[in-house]
């Protein structure tokens, strides 16, 4: 069984800042993680994917991602965040039947 | 269009009545998920297509919820005698063959928002 915990609901900063929104996953089988974003009023668009290879993952926007085995976590950062920024981004992890999502991470950006 | 299409974008409807969501997946696309977004619970998985395999059902909530996949292509989620809990946005993705499995990246619809009232 997989299972993936995003460890903060909410996490407000301020433009210019840097992010890091927390993410560890469980699995028993090999892992493929992503993150997702989810502007207001849109769908959900890829952020990136870590499949294989090279642990720190680039993504589209700024943001990157690390995948740290022995931690089993996969957090997000982005070392100076915009106000557009602002949106709900969502952990997953893959590599059983389907893609289990965790409970989603609210960044908000402020001025 | 070349993303994934879900019908009706809202829908409203009475305690007890029963409710089809329909998507259309992107074409060659042979992996399809549901799941339920509610406030705060992130992405609830519900069921997952693959081709012509057996679906996994593994993630709906009780037996008033169901999905089809007709001729491999579009989907249809029925949600019987819906209650009031039964409100929330479902969302439909579809990816290239192997999906989860193998990494593959998921393609969402914009969902459709059920409001039981």
């Known amino acids: 069984a997989q299972s993936v915990t995003q460890l903060d609901s909410q996490v407000p900063v301020f433009e210019e800042a840097p992010v890091e929104l927390r993410c560890n996953y469980s699995s028993s089988v090999s892992v493929y993680l992503f993150w997702y974003v989810q502007y207001p009023n849109q769908g959900l668009q890829l952020l990136l994917k870590?499949?294989?290879?090279?642990?720190l993952v680039k993504g589209i926007n700024g943001f990157e991602a690390e995948f740290n085995k022995s931690q089993t976590s996969f957090h997000l950062r982005k070392p100076s965040v915009h106000i557009s920024d602002t949106a709900e981004y969502f952990c997953?992890?893959?590599?059983?039947?389907?893609?289990?999502f965790g409970k989603g991470t609210t960044l908000s950006v402020s001025s | 269009g070349a993303g994934v299409s879900q019908s009706p974008s809202n829908k409203v409807t009475e305690k007890g009545k029963d409710v089809e969501l329909r998507c259309d997946p992107i074409s060659g696309h042979t992996a399809l998920y549901w799941y339920r977004q509610s406030l705060g619970q992130g992405l609830e998985f519900l069921i997952y297509f693959q081709g012509n395999s057996a679906p996994d059902k593994s993630g709906l909530p009780s037996d008033r919820f169901s999905a089809e996949r007709t001729g491999g292509s579009v989907s249809t989620l029925t949600i019987q005698r819906t209650q009031q809990e039964d409100s929330a946005v479902y969302l439909c993705a579809s990816s290239l063959a192997g999906g989860a499995r193998t990494g593959t990246e998921a393609f969402f619809g914009q969902g459709t928002r059920l409001t039981v009232v």
């Open positions: 870590y499949l294989s290879g090279s642990t």
């Open positions: 997953a992890c893959g590599g059983g039947t389907a893609l289990i």
